[in-house]
C-alpha cells in the first residue's frame, strides 16, 4: 500500500501562519502537520509516500527531503496551484494511483495514531473514513445505511441542519484498490474535469461515482473516541492546540478557555454552573421558532429590559437593572475606588479581583468545611464599607438561612455598611425561591441592601448572558445604568425575559430536580473513603481529597482518562496550601454517574 499526500493549496485563511509556509508546515504542539502525518504513516507497512505539492513546495521538499524513516519519497508538482484545487492535484498524480492500492489523505489534517488503522486494516477494498457529524465541523458529508454504504453525499446548499444527527462527516482519508482507480476513479475525473474545469473538489467525482454505482465505496466510521481534525482557519488551528496537546499543558489550556466546551467532542463539563433541568423543551422550541426574528431586529433598550426582569422577579422596574450577565453588573458595582470591602474566601474571584488589593479585606473561616454565619460576619465587618456575601457561597456551598440574612443586614443598616448579596445559587437552597431578598419590601427597608443575581446560571443559559442588580438605592441603581451601554442585552436574551413566566413552574420543578439529585450524587460520593464531600446548598458539591493524590493530578487523570473537566481548586484564595479541593457541578443522573464511576477508578485503583 502506497500513500499519496495533497499538499499544493495556499491556506490563505490561516492568515499570517501560511504569510511563508505551507498548510502542512503549519506547527501544532510545537510540531508541524506534516511531521505528524509522515510519523503515523512510516509506523504502518507503506511502500512509498507520494506528496503532491505547489505552494511553497521547495520548502517542503527541502524540509521533508526524499524518505522519511526509510520510507521513500516521491514528489508530483502542480505549477497552477492558485487557479486550481484539490481535483487537479490528485489529477496530475494520476498515473501513481493504477500501481498501488492507495491511501489518499489531504495535508491539513492531524489525527491520533489510533485513526489510520481503522481505515488500513478494514477489509473493504475502498473505504472513505467518516465520523459522527460535529458542531464544529464543516464541508463534505454523507448518510450512510446500516451495511456502510454511502447513500449521498452531501455539501453545500444541500446540507440540512434539520438532519445532522443522521450525517457523518468525511475526514479526507481515503483508501482507493487499483481497480477503483482504474476503473471508477480516473475515469470519472477526467470527464469531470473536462466538463466542469480544474477548480473544484475530488470529492464531487466521488459522489457522481457513488450515485451511478452504490456500493463500491464504502463507509469506516471512526470511534468517538478517535480524535481528529481538519485545519481550515486559525479557529481550527487553535481548538487542535488543545486537542493534541501533551497531558501536562492539555488541563491548564481547557482551564483558560473559559467554556466553549462544545468544540471538544467528548468532554463532560463538571466544572462550569448550570441548570442541566432547564430550559425545557417547549421553552426551546419557542427560542428556535422565534430564532430569526430575534437575529435581525435590534434589542429594547434598557428601560425595556428592566421592565421585564421586573416582571419575571415580581419587583419594581426602579428597583432592578438587567446586565450582560451578573459579569457585566460586578465588574461595574466593584469599579468605585478608596471603598474598604469585605469578602469571605475561598469565594468567586470576579468580586475581588475587580478592586485595588488595598481595599480589600479577607475573612477565611477557621475549619476545614468554610462554614460561617452571622456573628463571625459581624465580627468582621468593623472598618468595612461594605462586604460582598455569595449566599450559598462559591464554592463551599455555604448557606446562610434568609432570618439570619435579615439580621445581618439590620445590623449593617445601624454601622453604615452596604451588603452585597450574591443569591445566584439560591434557587437551589432546600426552600428555593423563598430565600430569595429580591422583593420590594425588602429592598424598601434595607436600601444599603443589593442583590446580583446570575439568571444565566440558574436558569441554565449562560450563551444568553443574562444577570440582574436590585436595589431600593435608586441613585446607587442609576450609576449602574450610566455604566451599561444602550444595548446590552442582545435580542434573544429580551425575548427569553419576555416568555419565561410562562414557564416558571417548569423552573420551580428543575430546582427541586437539583436538590434531589445533589442528595443522591453526594450519598453516592460518601461511600468512597478518598474523597470528602462538604455539605452544599448550591448546584455544585465542594470536595477534598484524601489519601495523597494531589487536586492537579485528580483534575487532570479525570479530563485525560474519562473526558471528564472539574474545577481544581488549587492556589485558589483561602484555600490551604497543604490541602486538596475540588468543585463538581451538578449535572444529570446520568452524567454524575459517569462522575463517580471515574473517580472510584481513579481514587479505588
Known amino acids: 500500500m502506497q ?44 511502500s512509498r509516500i507520494i506528496l503532491v505539492v505547489g505552494y511553497k513546495g521547495e520548502k517542503v521538499k527541502s524540509y521533508v527531503g526524499s524518505s522519511w524513516n526509510g520510507v521513500k519519497i516521491i514528489y508530483v508538482e502542480n505549477p ?23 491511501l ?112 463500491e465505496l464504502r463507509a469506516c466510521v471512526l470511534d468517538e473516541k478517535d480524535l481528529w481534525y481538519e485545519i481550515d482557519d486559525k479557529q481550527d488551528l487553535d481548538d487542535a492546540e488543545i486537542l493534541f496537546s501533551s497531558e501536562e499543558e492539555k488541563l491548564e489550556k481547557i482551564q483558560n478557555r473559559f467554556g466553549g466546551y462544545w468544540r471538544y467532542p467528548g468532554l463532560t463539563d463538571f466544572c462550569y454552573l448550570v441548570n442541566p433541568f432547564f430550559p425545557n423543551r417547549r421553552l426551546l ?66 468580586y475581588h479581583q475587580r478592586i485595588e488589593k488595598k481595599s480589600a479585606k479577607f475573612y477565611n473561616p477557621d475549619n476545614m468545611d468554610f462554614r460561617y454565619g452571622i456573628d463571625e460576619l459581624k465580627e468582621f465587618s468593623k472598618g468595612l464599607s461594605r462586604l460582598v456575601l455569595i449566599n450559598p457561597d462559591n464554592p463551599s456551598g455555604n448557606f446562610i438561612e434568609k432570618k439570619d440574612v435579615l439580621k445581618l443586614l439590620e445590623y449593617f443598616l445601624t454601622k453604615g455598611i452596604q451588603l452585597i448579596l450574591d443569591e445566584s445559587f439560591v434557587d437551589f437552597s432546600t426552600e428555593g425561591e423563598e430565600d430569595t431578598l429580591i422583593a420590594d419590601a425588602i429592598l424598601k427597608t434595607f436600601p444599603n441592601l443589593i442583590v446580583i443575581k446570575s439568571i444565566s446560571k440558574s436558569y441554565g443559559i449562560p450563551g444568553l448572558r443574562l ?21 446590552n442585552i442582545n435580542s434573544l436574551a429580551e425575548f427569553f425575559l419576555q416568555i419565561i413566566s410562562k414557564y416558571k413552574d417548569k423552573y420551580v420543578n428543575a430546582c427541586r430536580k437539583i436538590v434531589r439529585e445533589r442528595k443522591r450524587f453526594c450519598s453516592e460520593l460518601s461511600v468512597i473513603p478518598q474523597i470528602r464531600a462538604i455539605p452544599s446548598q448550591a448546584n455544585f458539591v465542594t470536595c477534598e481529597i484524601l489519601g495523597g493524590m494531589t487536586a492537579t493530578e485528580f483534575t487532570r487523570a479525570l479530563l485525560i482518562k474519562h473526558g471528564v473537566f472539574i474545577k481544581d481548586l488549587t492556589g485558589k484564595l483561602g484555600i490551604p496550601n497543604n490541602k486538596q479541593y475540588i468543585r463538581l457541578a451538578i449535572r444529570n443522573k446520568l452524567d454524575n454517574n459517569k462522575l463517580v464511576a471515574a473517580i472510584k477508578q481513579e481514587l479505588l485503583a
Open 467 to 487: 444577570g440582574v442588580a436590585a436595589s431600593s438605592n435608586i441613585a446607587y441603581l442609576d450609576e449602574i445604568k450610566r455604566g451599561l451601554s444602550i444595548w
Open 3 to 46: 500513500a499519496m499526500i495533497l499538499a499544493a493549496g495556499m491556506g490563505k485563511r490561516l492568515g499570517e501562519y501560511t504569510d511563508d509556509n505551507t498548510k502542512c508546515m503549519v506547527r501544532i504542539g510545537g510540531t508541524t502537520l506534516i511531521d505528524r502525518m509522515l510519523n503515523n504513516l512510516t509506523r504502518h507497512e507503506i
Open 285 to 350: 422550541e419557542e427560542l428556535r421558532s422565534n430564532f430569526d426574528i430575534l437575529l435581525s431586529e435590534y434589542p429594547s433598550g434598557i428601560d425595556v429590559q428592566n421592565l421585564l426582569a421586573s416582571k419575571l422577579f415580581n419587583t419594581s422596574k426602579e428597583y432592578i437593572v438587567t446586565g450582560n450577565g451578573a459579569a457585566e453588573l460586578i465588574n461595574i458595582i466593584m469599579k468605585k475606588t478608596g471603598i474598604i470591602t469585605g469578602f469571605v474566601t475561598p469565594t468567586f474571584n470576579e
Open 80 to 102: 497552477i496551484y492558485d487557479k486550481t484545487n484539490n481535483i487537479y492535484s490528485l489529477y496530475l498524480a494520476r498515473h501513481l494511483l493504477l500501481e498501488e492500492e492507495t
Open 104 to 215: 489518499l489523505l489531504e495535508s491539513d489534517l492531524i489525527f491520533s495514531s489510533d485513526v489510520l488503522p481503522r481505515i488500513i486494516n478494514d477489509s473493504w477494498a475502498s473505504l472513505v473514513l467518516v465520523s459522527r457529524f460535529q458542531s464544529w465541523m464543516n464541508g463534505t458529508v454523507v448518510r450512510i445505511d446500516k451495511h456502510r454504504r454511502i447513500k449521498e453525499f452531501v455539501s453545500g446548499g444541500n446540507f440540512s441542519f434539520q438532519k445532522v444527527e443522521k450525517y457523518f462527516k468525511t475526514v479526507n482519508i481515503y483508501k482507493f484498490s487499483v481497480d477503483f482507480s482504474k476503473n471508477k476513479c480516473l475515469p470519472f475525473l477526467e470527464a469531470y474535469l473536462k466538463s466542469i474545469g480544474y477548480n473544484e473538489y475530488y470529492e464531487q467525482v466521488l459522489s457522481v461515482i457513488n450515485f451511478l454505482d452504490n456500493g
